[in-house]
């Protein structure tokens, strides 16, 4: 432990090449940051519009890429995985909620059964148990749920938002890949100390999307402190047409 697979999020093509120049050796694409880079809301982002925004991530980087397909759009498991192979990706998150509902364990583990059979070996499926976000929080009630999707095939469990403190219970629960969040606002390990916790997997979310939001907000600041006055830029011959 303590080395686990670091995939930075990147919510479109200039950003997946940064961090592949970075050395990153794989990324996971953040529903969330897709869906502001598009003018969504989180999880209102169309299916169509979602699978295109990630075919041009995979279009531009030659290191493997995994897609966060909230809980599938509705999509039958065979259509799910055509349109993800199409977008050229190696894998997808997948998670157990739907509207901030959980989702019956039972029922969610035969879809996941489902898209495993569809996807054979072709997609790697990280399993999202959502009990810390949208449920009562209980590490043995996502530890049984882990269980189930885990029997239906899912290659690794993603306990979204799941104390730190609580990681090496869901490690020693849980068999297989474990996925953690790792924050970037100094207030949770670092992605080796998660590692260190027991997780295997690290992704951000949509924290390196607020990150980059929030420094294009203090560069936005810096130039509008430049300007003498609002009317200044208005006066601005960049702002006059002909005739």
């Known amino acids: 432990m303590g080395d686990p697979l670091v995939l930075p999020g990147p919510w479109d093509a200039a950003g997946a090449r940064v961090f592949a120049a970075a050395g990153f050796p794989a990324l996971a694409t953040p529903s969330a940051g897709v869906a502001a880079s598009l003018g969504y809301a989180d999880g209102a982002t169309p299916a169509g519009e979602m699978f295109a925004a990630v ?3 995979t279009r531009v980087v030659d ?47 035969e879809y996941l059964a489902e898209v495993r059979s569809a996807a054979a070996d072709r997609l790697f499926v990280n ?13 043995g009630r996502a530890i049984e749920r882990a269980a189930l999707y885990v029997a239906a095939g899912a290659d690794c469990i993603y306990p979204i938002l ?14 297989g890949p474990l996925n953690a969040l790792a ?21 951000f979310g949509p924290g390196l999307h607020h ?4 420094a294009l907000t203090e560069i936005a600041a810096t130039l509008r402190g430049q300007c003498r006055s609002t009317r200044d830029v208005q006066d601005s011959h960049c702002f006059h047409t002909e005739g």
């Open 55 to 57: 075919a041009r991530i």
């Open 63 to 109: 290191v493997p890429v995994s897609a966060d397909v909230e809980g599938g759009y509705g999509l039958a498991p065979k259509e799910l995985v055509e349109r993800l192979l199409e977008a050229g990706v190696v894998g997808c998150n997948i998670e157990d909620s739907d509207r901030g509902v959980l989702k019956d364990p039972q029922e969610h583990a």
């Open 127 to 139: 399993a999202r148990v959502d009990v810390f976000a949208h449920g009562d929080g209980d590490p």
């Open 162 to 175: 799941a104390p730190v403190g609580v990681l090496p219970l869901l490690r020693s629960g849980i068999q």
């Open 183 to 203: 924050r970037l606002d100094g207030s949770g390990p670092s992605p080796a100390g998660l590692g260190e916790l027991g997780a295997t997997r690290i992704t």
């Open 211 to 214: 990150r980059a939001t929030a």
